[in-house]
């Protein structure tokens, strides 16, 4: 969850640590602040609320150094405040340190601290940690650092430093991301790329259990019990301007607008020279694939309903039986696992701490795991059997837009390249299926060329305080994801249900104030929604619906209509997911929302 941010080189680093902090602001922005060592000892600014806070603070303050390390956050332990943000520092103020994960046992740490005469200044299970690294430290603050997590249980990603060595940064990580940045003169410890992208492209991911020491001039990695570590150093592939506005009011508005060439950059690279289908990192053996009878997908929140499309397709295309869980369930219901279930674990950052162990789990029970990441060189990428990546870019937002489309694109690319692989599809239908898939970022273009309609519709209902999205078959899975956004950015209460279960308890809910908006293209389930439309406008609720360009017979019944391209059955969740994207983007706006850091939540969750 939390953005971490470290820096030691020869530049100032109050301004390095706020620039990094701005690109990691989509993961926690409950407050914020700032250590750094002035040449005489640590000094700190802490914030409650966003980096705006911290920023104007910033330009009263006038400590600078060289070093130094910064935080947003995401409070899990105690509330937000600037008692509770981060950094800490032990008793003496010679230790600052920064956490995103959760001690699971600090409790007994805190009481055994309390009762050794420690003081603790807030109500965090962060703390604990500045505190046992001061009872460790003996001039060395990397041995004292390996000696203090070998105590802890539970998610950490740390970053530290101590006024006994003020040119020495020392970070660690297990379950929660740290990514080294090797910049000419300098180095970086980030929870993510962009923290220091801007500097320098050379990256080194760290592994569950490394701990590095980081000075002006190198770097070293070992583990927590000593033993040396050799981690590769990668270029990375990430455009740092993708990671800025572009003039666009909003990262949201931005990341919508990105989709036909987040979808077009997904596909890319996906054929050989005979207009075969190629995924380059699957990794898992053409015969192992063909003894699989099961799929089971696995995912949290958006990439959950990407997941959902995924079974769809599977059973439609490859008759090959698929199921789905979210994978915060998927760990504890003992599924029935092994060599012929093939598990995808859906998930934007790599990270998703639910996701992981759900791969963990499978992985150990014999089964083979491939996943649809969009983040190069994360822990899930390195934990499963196979990759296929969802070339969206970053994406700053924290409702996934761009990424949900993306993910889309690599569960019909997974449904292709099974039944390629396993004679359930014949080469032909491969070939054209690409074909369309290829054509589909028209297709967006044009969802994406006229929203007025989309922005009128949003006007008229924005006040209401509650929605029913409907969908049937691959198209409730977007109802779901349509109701999600809604929910997320405009805090509006909103359920996304299987029009057929309508009648089943949810009409009893429909009034003239209670909207619902109905997923209705030409399909074969047209005229079952058409019926739905029928029963809503029969009890009086408003009747909205989003159909295939050029239907005259539902606008007799809806009261609005959002059209979309003409396009096959399979591919209807593309083309309807940015409208009701835009649909709840400017619901939103205009409640006063902030689109881009809606409240409580955050972008990478690596938190149980």
Request: aromatic share 8%.
């Given at each position: 969850?939390c953005?971490?941010?470290?820096?030691?080189g020869p530049?100032?680093?109050?301004g390095?640590?706020?620039?990094?902090?701005r690109?990691?602001?989509?993961r926690?922005?409950?407050?914020a602040?700032?250590?750094?060592y002035d040449?005489?000892?640590?000094?700190?600014?802490?914030?409650?609320g966003?980096l705006?806070?911290?920023?104007k603070?910033?330009?009263?303050?006038?400590a600078?150094?060289?070093?130094?390390?910064?935080?947003?956050?995401?409070?899990?332990h105690g509330?937000p405040?600037?008692?509770?943000?981060?950094p800490?520092?032990?008793c003496?103020e010679e230790i600052?340190?920064?956490?995103?994960?959760?001690?699971?046992?600090f409790?007994?740490?805190?009481?055994g601290?309390?009762?050794r005469?420690?003081?603790?200044?807030s109500?965090t299970?962060?703390?604990?940690?500045?505190?046992?690294?001061?009872?460790?430290?003996?001039g060395?603050?990397f041995a004292?650092?390996q000696?203090?997590?070998r105590?802890?249980?539970?998610?950490?990603?740390?970053?530290?430093?101590?006024?006994q060595e003020?040119?020495?940064?020392?970070?660690?990580r297990?379950?929660?991301?740290?990514?080294l940045g090797?910049?000419?003169?300098?180095?970086f410890l980030g929870?993510?790329?962009?923290?220091?992208?801007?500097?320098?492209?050379?990256?080194?991911?760290?592994e569950?259990g490394?701990v590095?020491?980081?000075?002006?001039?190198g770097?070293l990695?070992?583990?927590?019990e000593?033993?040396?570590?050799?981690?590769?150093e990668?270029?990375?592939?990430l455009?740092?301007?993708?990671a800025?506005?572009?003039?666009?009011?909003?990262?949201m508005?931005?990341?919508?607008?990105?989709?036909?060439?987040?979808?077009?950059d997904?596909?890319?690279?996906?054929?050989?020279?005979?207009?075969?289908?190629?995924?380059?990192d699957?990794?898992i053996?053409?015969?192992?694939?063909r003894g699989?009878?099961?799929?089971?997908?696995?995912?949290?929140?958006?990439a959950?309903?990407a997941?959902?499309?995924?079974?769809?397709?599977?059973?439609?295309?490859?008759?090959?039986p698929?199921?789905?869980?979210?994978?915060s369930?998927?760990?504890?219901?003992?599924?029935?696992?092994?060599p012929?279930?093939?598990?995808?674990?859906?998930s934007?950052?790599?990270?998703?701490?639910?996701?992981l162990a759900a791969?963990?789990?499978?992985?150990?029970a014999?089964?083979?795991?491939?996943?649809?990441?969009?983040?190069v060189?994360?822990?899930?990428?390195?934990?499963?059997?196979?990759v296929?990546?969802?070339?969206?870019?970053?994406e700053i937002g924290?409702?996934?837009?761009k990424?949900?489309?993306?993910?889309?694109?690599?569960?019909?690319?997974?449904?292709?390249?099974?039944?390629?692989?396993?004679?359930?599809?014949?080469g032909?239908?491969?070939?054209?299926?690409?074909?369309?898939?290829?054509?589909?970022?028209?297709?967006l273009?044009e969802v994406?060329?006229d929203?007025a309609?989309?922005?009128?519709?949003?006007?008229?209902y924005?006040?209401s305080?509650?929605?029913l999205f409907?969908?049937?078959n691959?198209?409730?899975?977007?109802?779901?994801?349509?109701?999600?956004?809604?929910?997320?950015?405009?805090y509006?209460?909103?359920?996304?249900?299987?029009?057929?279960?309508?009648k089943?308890g949810?009409?009893?809910?429909?009034?003239?104030?209670?909207?619902?908006?109905?997923?209705?293209?030409?399909?074969?389930?047209?005229?079952?929604?058409l019926?739905?439309l029928?029963?809503?406008k029969?009890?009086?609720a408003?009747?909205?619906?989003?159909?295939?360009r050029?239907d005259?017979e539902?606008a007799?019944?809806?009261?609005?209509?959002l059209?979309?391209?003409?396009t096959?059955?399979?591919?209807?969740?593309?083309?309807?997911?940015?409208?009701?994207?835009?649909?709840?983007?400017?619901?939103?706006?205009?409640?006063?929302?902030?689109?881009?850091?809606?409240r409580n939540l955050a972008?990478?969750?690596?938190?149980e």
């Open positions: 969850m953005g971490i941010i470290g820096y030691v530049r100032e680093a109050v390095v640590l706020l620039e990094g902090l690109r990691l602001e989509y926690g922005y409950d407050s602040g700032v250590a750094l040449g005489s000892g640590i000094r700190t600014l802490k914030t409650e966003n705006d806070h911290l920023e603070a910033l330009a009263r303050f006038s600078r150094g060289n070093i130094g390390i910064g935080h947003t956050r995401w409070a899990t509330r405040s600037e008692r509770n943000a981060h800490h520092l032990d003496k600052a340190v920064v956490h995103n994960g959760i001690i699971e046992n409790r007994e740490l805190k009481g601290l309390l009762a005469g420690h003081i603790f200044r109500e299970d962060s703390e604990v940690l500045a505190h046992l690294i001061e009872e460790n430290l003996h060395d603050l004292a650092v000696a203090s997590l105590q802890v249980k539970g998610a950490f990603a740390l970053v530290c430093f101590s006024a003020p040119g020495i940064m020392v970070g660690a297990m379950e929660s991301p740290l990514v090797v910049g000419e003169g300098e180095m929870s993510a790329v962009p923290a220091f992208l801007k500097s320098t492209s050379r990256a080194v991911f760290l569950n490394d590095v020491r980081v000075a002006q001039e770097y990695i070992k583990t927590l000593g033993e040396d570590v050799q981690r590769e990668v270029e990375l592939p455009d740092i301007d993708a800025e506005k572009g003039g666009y009011p909003d990262f508005l931005k990341e919508i607008l990105e989709q036909p060439v987040a979808w077009g997904t596909l890319r690279g996906a054929r050989d020279a005979a207009g075969a289908l190629v995924l380059p699957f990794n053996p053409e015969e192992e694939l699989v009878r099961r799929v089971s997908f696995v995912a949290c929140g958006t959950y309903h997941g959902l499309i995924g079974r769809y397709i599977l059973e439609s295309w490859m008759r090959l698929a199921e789905i869980d979210i994978a369930e998927f760990r504890y219901r003992e599924p029935k696992l092994g012929e279930t093939l598990v995808v674990a859906i934007q950052s790599g990270e998703t701490a639910d996701t791969v963990r789990g499978a992985r150990a014999g089964a083979r795991v491939v996943c649809i990441v969009n983040t060189g994360s822990l899930m990428t390195r934990e499963s059997d196979g296929i990546y969802t070339h969206a870019g970053p924290v409702a996934a837009t990424t949900f489309l993306a993910q889309i694109a690599g569960v019909y690319l997974l449904g292709l390249y099974l039944g390629q692989v396993c004679g359930g599809l014949d032909a239908f491969v070939r054209k299926t690409l074909n369309t898939l290829e054509a589909i970022p028209a297709l273009e994406l060329h929203t309609c989309i922005e009128e519709c949003a006007k008229r924005y006040q305080e509650d929605f409907l969908g049937r691959i198209n409730y899975p977007v109802a779901m994801e349509g109701a999600l956004k809604l929910k997320e950015i405009s509006v209460h909103a359920e996304g249900y299987p029009a057929g279960e309508m089943h949810p009409i009893a809910l429909l009034h003239p104030g209670f909207p619902v908006l109905v997923l209705a293209p030409r399909d074969r389930v047209y005229d079952k929604m019926s739905n029928q029963e809503i029969a009890r009086g408003p009747a909205l619906a989003v159909a295939t050029g005259e539902i007799e019944v809806a009261d609005q209509v059209y979309v391209p003409e096959e059955a399979a591919f209807y969740p593309v083309v309807i997911s940015p409208v009701l994207q835009l649909f709840a983007y400017y619901i939103a706006k205009l409640r006063g929302c902030n689109v881009d850091q809606p972008k990478t969750v690596t938190v």
